[in-house]
């Protein structure tokens, strides 16, 4: 078992959630991949999508429905700051998790994080366990709780 994928389950379990991450077959790395091998709505899937703060040089976590795009401008005004690409070693650094497995809970370091509305019309989502091929059920308002997400609009209508 991954370092990545041990992170998250003992976040899940830190935070009383009684929750065992899924593993998927190898093509799982797109949202549309997860929701068919997890047999759900694709905005259930939720997408960690990290931004880096072009003031601060910090990540920020965007977590967003799979169907949904994060508007650049919305981001940036929730923030406080402009937002651009993060790149791989900026993610690694403060989340701990490669690009593609990135989990919003688990991270190294912490981390600003927001919360798609449209994830929170769910009974319940899924989301990323550290690795490209898990993921974890959970409750969207669990999820805000224990991510210390803000439910937030910084979608593209």
């Not at 997860?34 to 003031?55: M, N, P, W, Y």
């Not at 990323?128 to 959970?138: D, E, L, Q, S, Y």
């Amino acid at each position: 078992m991954s370092k990545s994928l041990k992170r998250v389950i003992a976040a899940l379990a830190d935070s009383g959630l009684d929750v065992s991450p899924l593993e998927l077959g190898p093509e799982t790395r797109t949202a549309a991949q997860a929701a068919d091998a997890a047999g759900c709505a694709l905005d259930q899937i939720a997408k960690s999508v990290i931004f880096a703060g072009q003031s601060s040089g910090n990540a920020v976590l965007f977590i967003t429905a799979g169907g949904n795009q994060v508007d650049t401008d919305k981001a940036s005004a929730l923030a406080g700051e402009p937002l651009g690409k993060a790149d791989a070693a900026l993610i690694r650094a403060q989340t701990g998790f490669a690009i593609g497995g990135v989990a919003p809970i688990g991270h190294l370091h912490p981390i600003r994080a927001f919360f798609d509305l449209r994830l929170a019309e769910f009974t319940q989502i899924y989301a990323a366990a550290g690795t490209p091929r898990h993921i974890f059920p959970v409750a969207p308002d669990d999820l805000i709780r224990i991510s210390g997400a803000q439910l937030a609009d910084f979608t593209i209508k």
